[in-house]
């Protein structure tokens, strides 16, 4: 069973920085890593993914604040979120996709709340 725990979530004003990590009990090097987030009452939704080769992608509310990056010899990944806004306030969900079955696997979630 693999398992991804995401850490990093906090408090931040306006226009601050968070780091989120997620860190996997296998080796990540075959998984496609993707970070989502979800808002009560709302479906999750993805804010950026990275392949294996590294590609990545970013959903349009995020792109150019956001930066994933992923260390593939620490089994970790990350989402470097710069200028926050209070609407990027959610539970962020760390997402692992296996290249070969294509399983898929979640961590628990940490909360950001971007307020004054």
């Known amino acids: 069973q693999v398992q991804l725990v995401e850490s990093g979530g906090g408090l931040v004003q306006p226009g601050g920085s968070l780091r989120l990590s997620c860190t996997t009990s296998?080796?990540?090097?075959?998984?496609?890593i993707g970070w989502y987030r979800q808002t009560p009452g709302k479906q999750r939704e993805l804010v950026a993914r990275?392949?294996?080769?590294?590609?990545?992608n970013y959903a349009n509310s995020v792109q150019g604040r956001f930066t994933v990056s992923r260390d593939n010899p620490k089994n970790t990944a990350y989402l470097q979120m710069d200028s926050l806004k209070p609407e990027d306030t959610a539970v962020y969900y760390c997402?692992?996709?296996?290249?070969?079955?294509?399983?898929?696997?979640w961590g628990q979630g940490t909360q950001v709340t971007v307020s004054s």
């Open positions: 997402n692992a996709i296996f290249t070969g079955t294509q399983s898929g696997y």
């Open positions: 990275i392949s294996i080769g590294g590609s990545t």
């Open positions: 296998v080796s990540i090097n075959w998984y496609t």
